[in-house]
């Protein structure tokens, strides 16, 4: 138990820390912005940094379902929109690259599990009427991209920002439970008609590669869940969506971000080790999830920048040179 504490502690922090941001928000009723008593009550604007400022309108509970669909349909469109196609296009070309590497992968990562004390069985124990403590390390890896866990962070925001009357955490917390429920919308459909089956299924049944059954019936996709629904892992475009969400509202908590995403990285590794996913599950995975949280975290976000935009600080240098045997060699470097 010592171990799921541990591990779930990076998550839980995100909620403690953010219950310090009180001091970034502006005093709407200081006697130096007369202006601002007229609409304390509608916005709250927050200081990122010099020349960032962060804008919230007073959070409706009414808009968890009222942006919800154009948040996803901005989404749709960020696919094909510049400037994300090019990794969409990424996305794609990694997921075949490493659909041929998939069964090495997952041997490799249950060596290196079982090296490490891990099991491939995910096991929890209940609080109250609910089983949701995870008993040992590799299920408290797992139980970071399930839902509940953003649920519990989400819960702590709302607590706080009631309380407080704090419209970022409010909004934030809002925004975490909107991002899991447009997940499901874009990761349901994908599973449902790629059909791809889960690698202990795959080690079942004696094969090497997994086994694609596009667009089983629904009563089918029912019944046997684990022979259809690998591509892509809901549990990490779940959780990408809801680290983006924290990282875009949270932008002046630079610790967010490294520290999510190693936790990402952790569950990854978990998933393949209890042979859960396969590693080509991941990259639409991310990408979807990151244009989800991101068009979710920009509806409620006004932003005013005013920084200087400064130039690159690196330069390429082009070079030519001949070898002892007269052989013309050419070369490039990045300084920076």
Known sequence: MK???LLLLPFFCSYIAVAQAETD?????SPSLPIEVETAKTEQT????????????KPKFWDLVNKAPRNALNTLKDFVAKPYYPYGIAAVAATGALIPADPWLIRESRSLGESMGLNEAHTYKKLGFLKIVPADVNSALYFIGNG?????????????????DDYRAKSTAMQ???SIL????FVQPIKRLTGRESPFITEREGNWHSSWRFA??????QRNTSRYDAMPSGHLTTAMAAVTVLAENYKDYKWIKPVSYTALALMSFEMMQS??????????????????GKNIAKSRIEQRDTRTATAPSYHWNFSSSTAWDGTPLYGVALSF
């Open 3 to 5: 171990h799921t504490f």
């Open 25 to 29: 928000t502006l005093s709407v009723d």
């Open 46 to 57: 927050y200081i990122i940094e010099d020349g960032l400022s962060f804008t919230y309108k």
């Open 148 to 164: 509940t866990t953003f649920i519990i962070i989400s819960g702590g925001l709302a607590t706080y920002g009631l309380i407080t």
């Open 176 to 178: 975490l439970i909107e």
């Open 182 to 185: 447009v997940t499901g919308v």
């Open 216 to 221: 089983p019936s629904i009563a089918e996709y």
């Open 275 to 292: 042979k859960v996913h396969w590693a080509s599950d991941y990259p639409v995975a991310l990408f979807m999830g990151y244009l989800i």
